[in-house]
């Protein structure tokens, strides 16, 4: 049982980037249309299919 709690610890510290940039797509970079969010999310660079 004294090994749950690190674990958990280790859990929360690897989760919590993924959750503040979820947190921030959502909040600060998502409009408020889903569709106009989709078209600037193909957009990105990431996304564009040239790399």
Known sequence: ??????????LTVLMLPIVAAYAVDR???A???PAC????????PLFDGTQ
């Open 1 to 10: 049982m004294k090994y749950l709690r690190p674990l958990g610890l280790v």
């Open 27 to 29: 909040l600060f970079l």
């Open 31 to 33: 409009p408020d249309c």
């Open 37 to 44: 969010h989709s078209e600037a999310t193909r957009a990105l």
